[in-house]
């Protein structure tokens, strides 16, 4: 198929950025749309034009590294896809796919569709740990966590951290984000302990960092490649109250 | 040169105990007075910077990715060995340690696989207390599953996504300490040198991927934590960034490379659909748990699998290997897979897949328990192939996956340069000439957790902390020459760009030092190599000025570094008159087509000494005994 790119391009952080248009030819289905996007670069750097930059890595939906807007959607939304997992069989012949970087204040752009979101890291660096130390731990089974627990906890731990559902979100929010490592700390015994200290540190640390607040819109939800659900947003909040009340 | 692993003598059973006590400590006050610098924030390498940064080393780490998670070990999806013997099925350490030293086909040191085995339960406690979701039983136990290669189940796991969570946990101890400020974090930036100053490793040059400033980093230690280098085969289950870049600069500057050819060729991948791909995806080994791999007996049976017969149909794994059946070893299974297709009777495209099939498990334990193991590998299966894993069985065939072989490392992982420690898959120590699955995890974090915190301590005792600064003159030459390099690699702009030549030397890896390899094809691939090499240095277009954020540079760069290091595979291959784990030369088998090794001549690690691009290198030999498990054949009948 023949499909029409009109790409974001950005040389760095504070220069003018505009759509520009490209031609695919001869995209094969089965290719991905990474794939798609080496094979249009390799054109451009035959016509000494400087290729696309994007981020990527593993190109198996698990590293998070993978970041663009496809037609106005983080990830170009196919459920629970990533980028580089979205393949070309869900395009058809003369398609115009626009791709742009994800867009927020707290993701300033390094390049093209590159951004820089360090301040996520931030966010886990203010409290999204357990405070152990190395060695001189208990038995693994000296510590009985239930099933439906240990599920919840995998549930939310499923997060890559892509920043989707910063992108997604209308207020530029990183709430989805935030609560999806304060539920599965908050929920396991080994993360009580710390459970009011945490939910407010990195909460601060959110603000901080220039995310918007949250309002409810559910477009993290909707945009997370992984399926994570808003119900740990509203856990987030019971610990917030709990924090503040105790 | 006999080389020497100084690995503690005594029963194997207290040989860790009594050399932990042996090392010299540095005492908590002068802790503070020494840098170390950590590369590579995986397993290895983000639990090395946590916990040295816990003890209260400065430490300062360095990935190549925008974050330290996204390190990929992050990709690992089975699970993680220990020698817990929760399930009461006989598993002990001396029972891992054996399954190791036989699983790598007797190519590993004794003392190093004891090692393993024994942190490998302290891993498991650690990970539970940093609040890793491994799967539990309804009682609220710790579940386990098996593994290839062993006939216990020892492999604990976080559903398909078990390297991804004891990354995050790695990851959130680094958190942690770079909040602490005892981890100096540096986020996109790559080594590009190594800096030796007295025949003593104390920095690194690196190149910011951002502003494209190349600068020198000074440490008393530097630790090398960057992974494995089957990207050498430009198609692997590996990351797009992973690459040999890192090590391959340590062994320019006198860092030994030892069993290069040892690579592993992970039998359950996705099949290549096309001369498009860019990485073949692995489906993780635990499949097998409950997967059946089968092809067609009749060639060119073009029947849709369905429609064949279970009489049509060999399940040569369980007919070849019935003690171990679906779970043998990944080496055995990959070279039986390519045993069928090679005999016409592979499935899809070209004949290059054969089936893992789950229809009977689907029978005896219902498609939601399937569904609930293995969900997040049928979902991905299907984005990929478009087919429904849950309806016809996957296609599936062998693909590079890990190196077994890496920098030398002694028992300290110290490498031959003194200050210069290697972790994890860049090192080549415990896995021999094949690892088995769930243990790289293990390795991963037994080193940066539970070995370097303690062994980079009797080598620091020793040194003056700060004899070096970034004025020092080997920092301003390594610097130059770094930036040298990059001059040069613009001033080409030559006709083809780096991906279209490094297609051609992965082609040539794959087809003449891939899963079978003989004398014709490994001097094949050493006549091939230098002339790819010389067509990168006098053609490639790297597009781009440098000074910022260039990904072609980045690439041009690695395959530079990958073009040189291919022909030492190559040449390690050559020498290596023996088949053993996954290096597999046609000219030695038995009669049977299984792995003959060749214990007289080769029971040795290889350690190569660079002498300079084009010129020969130096071979080291570190001879292996085996004391307690004793050199047998291997056998999984």
């Given amino acids: 198929m023949n499909l029409t790119l009109h790409v974001w391009r950005q040389k760095g952080p504070n220069a003018p950025g505009k759509l520009e248009t490209y031609d695919a030819h001869n995209v094969s289905p089965d290719q991905s749309f990474l794939e798609m996007l080496d094979e249009v670069n390799e054109g451009l750097i035959r016509k000494g034009v400087e290729p696309i930059a994007f981020d990527h890595d593993c190109r198996e939906g698990i590293c998070g590294m993978c970041s663009q807007v496809i037609n106005g959607v983080p990830h170009g939304g196919q459920d629970r896809t990533t980028v580089c997992q979205l393949h070309m069989r869900s395009f058809k012949d003369g398609d115009n796919i626009f791709i742009e970087p994800w867009r927020a204040t707290a993701f300033p752009i390094v390049k093209d569709l590159v951004v820089d979101r360090g301040n996520l890291d931030v966010i886990i660096q203010a409290g999204g740990y357990t405070s152990c130390h190395t060695g001189g731990i208990a038995d693994g089974n000296a510590l009985l966590i239930p099933k439906p627990e240990a599920d919840y906890a995998m549930d939310a731990a499923e997060c890559i951290g892509c920043g989707a559902c910063v992108a997604g979100c209308p207020n530029g929010s990183a709430m989805l984000f935030t609560s999806a490592k304060v539920a599965q700390l908050a929920v396991l015994p ?35 490649p992984k399926g994570i659900n808003v119900k740990f947003i509203a856990k987030l909040n019971r610990e917030y109250l709990k924090a503040i009340a105790s | 040169m006999i080389l020497d692993g100084k690995c503690p ?9 009594k050399h932990r006590f042996d090392l010299k400590l540095v005492n908590p006050a002068n802790k503070r007075k020494y840098k170390v610098i950590v590369v590579g924030t ?15 080393y400065q430490v300062e780490a360095f990935c190549y990715q925008d974050s330290p998670r996204r390190a990929h070990s992050i990709a690992a999806q089975g699970g ?14 001396y029972r891992l340690f054996y399954d190791t030293i036989k699983g790598g086909d007797f190519r590993a040191r004794e003392a190093d696989v004891w090692r393993l085995a024994q942190v490998s339960n302290n891993i498991i406690d650690q990970c539970v207390a940093q609040g890793v979701p491994f799967a539990r039983d309804y009682a609220g136990y710790l579940d386990n599953r098996s593994f290839g290669g062993a006939q216990v189940s020892r492999t604990f796991y976080a559903r398909g996504q078990t390297g991804q969570q004891l990354l995050l946990g790695a990851y959130s101890a680094l958190a942690r300490q770079i909040k602490a400020g005892t981890v100096k974090m540096f986020p996109r930036t790559e080594m590009l040198d190594l800096i030796v100053v007295d025949g003593e490793a104390k920095g690194i040059t690196i190149r910011d991927l951002v502003t494209g400033e190349v600068r020198a980093h000074v440490a008393d230690a530097v630790v090398l934590c960057t992974g494995g280098y089957v990207n050498v085969f430009y198609l692997s289950t590996n990351a797009m960034g992973c690459s040999v870049t890192a090590a391959w600069k340590a062994h320019k500057k006198g860092a030994f490379f030892a069993n290069p050819c040892y690579t592993q060729i992970h039998p359950t991948c996705i099949p290549q659909s096309g001369d498009h791909q860019s990485k073949l995806t692995l489906m993780s080994e635990s499949l097998r748990n409950d997967g059946r791999c089968w092809a067609p007996k009749k060639q060119g049976d073009n029947r849709k699998p369905g429609d064949i017969p279970e009489e049509d149909r060999d399940y040569y794994l369980e007919r070849k290997y019935p003690s171990f059946g679906n779970l043998a070893p990944r080496d055995i299974a990959s070279r039986a897979a390519k045993e069928q297709c090679d005999d016409n009777r592979g499935v899809g495209p ?25 969900g997040n590998l049928f979902e991905m299966y299907e984005k990929i192939t478009d087919e429904n894993a849950y309806k016809q069985p996957m296609r599936i065939y062998p693909a590079p996956h890990y190196s077994m072989g890496g920098l030398w490392v002694d028992y300290n992982c110290m490498s031959n340069i003194p200050g210069l420690f290697v972790l ?23 080193d940066g957790y539970f070995v370097i915190p303690y062994t980079i301590g009797g080598y620091l005792a020793q040194t003056k902390p700060g004899a070096v600064s970034v004025d020092h003159a080997e920092c301003k030459r390594s610097v130059e020459e770094v930036n040298g390099n990059i001059k040069k690699l613009f001033s080409i702009k030559g006709k083809k760009t780096v991906s279209e030549l490094y297609r051609a030397l992965g082609k040539v890896m794959w087809e003449n030092v891939g899963m079978a390899r003989s004398d014709a094809s490994l001097k094949t691939a050493l006549k091939e190599i230098p002339k790819l090499r010389d067509e990168f240095w ?100």
């Fill in chain 2, 350 to 374: 070209g004949g290059r897949g054969v089936y893992l099939d789950f229809a009977a498990s689907i029978k005896r334990l219902g498609e939601h328990t399937i569904r609930e193991r293995y």
């Fill in chain 2, 42 to 56: 995986g397993l290895a390498g983000g639990a090395a910077a946590a916990s040295l940064g816990e003890l209260g």
């Fill in chain 2, 9 to 17: 003598t005594g029963p194997i059973e207290k040989t860790w105990d």
């Fill in chain 2, 538 to 637: 006098n053609n490639v277009n790297v597009s781009g000025e440098g000074g910022d954020f260039n990904q072609q540079l980045e690439n041009a760069g690695r395959l530079a570094d990958f073009l040189e290091f291919a022909e030492l595979l190559s040449k390690d291959a050559l020498h290596r008159e023996e088949s053993c784990g996954g290096h597999f030369r046609v000219e030695h088998q038995m009669p049977d087509g299984e792995a003959q090794r060749d214990d007289v001549n080769f029971c040795y690690a290889a350690a190569w000494e660079s002498k300079g691009v084009g010129n020969e290198p130096e071979l080291h030999k570190e001879p292996l005994k085996f004391e307690n498990v004793h050199l047998a054949i291997r056998s999984y009948k």
């Fill in chain 1, 190 to 224: 080994q993360g009580k302990a710390e459970a009011a200290a945490r939910v407010n540190n990195m909460t601060e640390a959110l603000k901080d960092c220039g995310f918007g607040n949250c309002t409810n819109h559910y477009e993290c939800q909707a945009s997370c």
């Fill in chain 2, 424 to 446: 994890g898959e860049a090192n080549f120590s415990v896995h021999g000439a094949n690892r088995l699955g769930a243990s790289a995890l293990m390795q991963g974090l037994a």
């Fill in chain 2, 80 to 93: 993680r060995n220990a020698a817990k013997n929760y399930p009461n099925d006989g598993d002990s350490i």
